[in-house]
């Protein structure tokens, strides 16, 4: 119907429709003291389907905020009693360290240094009052296309492209931050490298492309098999868990287990089946520094090497 009434492309209906798909899952805050304000943001919002929470406060609206930490933005209003807009930014972006809310400012007050004192603060935007209904959606579009992208570069930055698990670099900062936990609350915490055995006779075998398919297929099953852990590749066909909370005995298990079900696959290319098996060195000796633990559990890995391969060393 609108690709004949509006000669637009199907691509630009489906493009819309996507969004609106997605709307659905976005909550968005508006705080502001005046109820025909927030209809009229309402009527706005609710026509790209999104979800809107109100707050008469800025107080109301920062427990609503800690209440329902899943809202993407908030629609702030500068004159509110009790709290006013500004001071809600300044407490959400200062005392409560929150970056990822899209904060947009607005305000009827003729004041021209409110909006450069809003984004100074850390609003994303402004708008003044009065506005239209399509200008409000356009800056709100705007500001959640642009988050949304954000979170994808962060993400893809994040990870290694071959598998989809994390990469080095976010593993290295994260699990810094757990061990760091670990050793101030004295928790337990366990530390796991693994590496494939004989990988280059892989590839050297079968070609470089089975031998991703290999590596693939380690990522996959080590995601499913540690989902509640911290995974990542490290580099080649090295790979590792941290298991905050488990000791040395439930985490050599848990990977004994693991080592055991990799050598029972098989991999199905043209007339043959391949098969690998793994060595994996686990410590759950704290050490000062990410790093050292590391060198501990390379340590034990090169001994499974050593003794044989297909072997988990404590
Ligand atoms: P070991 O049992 O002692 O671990 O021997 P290995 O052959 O597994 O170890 P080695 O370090 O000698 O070889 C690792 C190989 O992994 C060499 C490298 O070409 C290959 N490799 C590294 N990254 C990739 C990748 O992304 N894809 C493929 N197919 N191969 C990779
Ligand atoms: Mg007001
Ligand atoms: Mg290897
Ligand atoms: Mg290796």
Redesign the pocket.
């Known amino acids: 119907y609108i690709v004949k009434e509006s000669r637009v492309s199907y691509e630009f209906v489906i493009k819309l429709l996507e969004r609106l798909v997605k709307n659905q899952h976005v909550k968005i805050l508006v705080a502001d003291d005046s109820k025909s304000s927030r209809s009229f943001c309402k009527k706005a919002l609710h026509l790209h389907l999104y979800q809107m929470l109100e707050a008469e406060t800025g107080l109301q609206a920062l427990n609503i905020l800690h209440e329902q930490p899943d809202i993407k933005m908030l629609i702030v209003d500068y004159n509110m009693p009790e709290m006013d807009g500004y001071e809600l930014v300044k407490t959400i972006r200062h005392k409560d360290n929150n970056k990822s809310l899209c904060i947009i400012g607005v305000s009827g007050m003729e004041s021209g240094s409110l909006s450069a004192r809003f984004i100074k603060m850390g609003a994303n935007d402004f708008l003044k009052k009065p506005f239209y209904q399509e200008e409000l959606h356009c800056r709100v579009m705007h500001n959640i296309e642009e988050m949304e992208l954000i979170a994808k570069i962060q993400d893809t930055a994040n990870r290694d492209y071959?598998t989809g698990l994390f990469n080095r670099r976010y593993f290295v900062a994260k699990a810094e931050e757990y061990l760091q936990t670990a050793l101030q609350e004295n928790r337990h915490l366990s530390f796991a490298l693994l590496?494939?055995?004989?990988?280059?006779?892989i590839?050297d075998r079968y070609g470089?492309?089975v031998?991703?398919q290999v590596?693939k297929k380690m990522g996959l099953l080590l995601a499913e098999k540690f989902r509640r852990f911290l995974v990542a590749r490290l580099?080649?066909?090295e790979f590792c868990i941290l298991m905050p909370g488990m000791d040395i005995e439930h985490s050599a298990q848990l990977l004994s287990g693991f080592k055991n079900y990799i050598s029972d696959q098989s991999i199905d290319i043209e007339n043959e089946t391949l098969s690998f098996t793994i060595?994996i060195g686990v410590t759950e000796k704290l050490k000062p520094t990410l790093l050292e633990m590391m060198t501990e559990a390379d340590r034990l890995l090169y001994r499974a090497?050593e003794a044989g391969?297909n072997l988990v060393i404590t």
């Open positions: 071959l590496d494939i055995d004989f990988f280059k006779g590839n470089h492309d031998g991703d590596l580099g080649g066909e060595s090497k391969r």
